[in-house]
Every structure is written in C-alpha cells, then in structure tokens.
C-alpha cells in the first residue's frame, strides 16, 4: 500500500531535479531516463557544444598568416636585442631608448584596443594586429635580456 502523499512527493523531486520546465508525460520516470540520452539536449551540453564551436572559429582565424606572425614575433626579439645590446653599450643612451621604447609599445596598444580609434577600424586593422605581434616580440626580448642581466 502506498501513501497518495509519498507518491506526490516523489514525482515533485524528480521533475524538479532533472527538468525544470516540468515532465512531457506529467512525471512518468520511463520517459525521463528515455528522453535524457542526447548530450547536446541539457543546457549545459548546448553551452559547451556552443563554447566548442567558438574556439573552433577562433583557432581558425588565428591560423590565417601563421608564417608572417612568427616572423614578426621573430623580428620583435631582435629588435629587443639589438636596442638592448648596441644601443646599450655606451651607457649613454639607456634612458632615451627605453622612454622611446615604452612610447611605442604604449601607442601601438592604444591602437589596437582602444575601441574608438578611427584608424582602428578599416584598412589599417590588419596592419596594427601584424604590428602588434611585432610589439609582442619585443616585450618578449626585453624580458629575456632582463633574465640574462640578472644571471
């Protein structure tokens, strides 16, 4: 014999725990475990299945001038090193390069984030983000030669 109370109660948890928009069949448990196969039919597996095909498109782009990015990112490094070593070298010069150098860093950034910026938008988008890698290079440099200074 079963409670009409207990039984009422039972169906409530199950609705509640598994689809908040309530049961397709009033509480039927066969129905649930039959519909909950899919992973992209909850929420969460369409958010990750989303998520999934975002990252996908954006690794795509980024695959766009692979060879001209590296080598950017390459040409950056030097540069580093040679305004760290030649320039560097008398001692006399230390002070200027690095505000000239802060100067650009700071100015290509503004370039390529601020959302504003009529240069930004247009023709010169895909030049600012090659010269952006550029920029990144030389950071990356200036981070080694300050490694090597320190050792």
């Not at 725990?17 to 992209?40: E, K, R, V, W, Y």
């Amino acid at each position: 014999m079963v409670l009409p109370g207990l039984r009422r109660r039972q169906s409530w948890s199950i609705a509640l725990a598994l689809n908040t928009g309530g049961t397709p069949d009033g509480g039927n448990q066969d129905n649930l475990n039959a519909n909950s196969g899919g992973f992209g039919q909850t929420r969460l597996g369409r958010i990750v299945g989303a998520g999934g095909k975002q990252l996908l498109a954006k690794l795509n782009s980024a695959r766009k001038n692979v060879p001209m990015k590296v080598f950017l990112l390459l040409l950056g490094f030097y540069t580093a090193n040679a305004l760290a070593t030649i320039l560097g070298q008398t001692g006399d010069w230390d002070v200027l390069v690095a505000g000239v150098v802060v100067a650009a860093i700071e100015g290509i950034g503004m370039l390529m984030y601020k959302k504003t910026c009529s240069f930004s938008t247009g023709r010169f988008q895909p030049l600012i983000g090659m010269i952006n890698y550029w920029k990144a290079g030389v950071c990356l440099g200036l981070f080694v030669d300050a490694f090597k200074l320190g050792s």
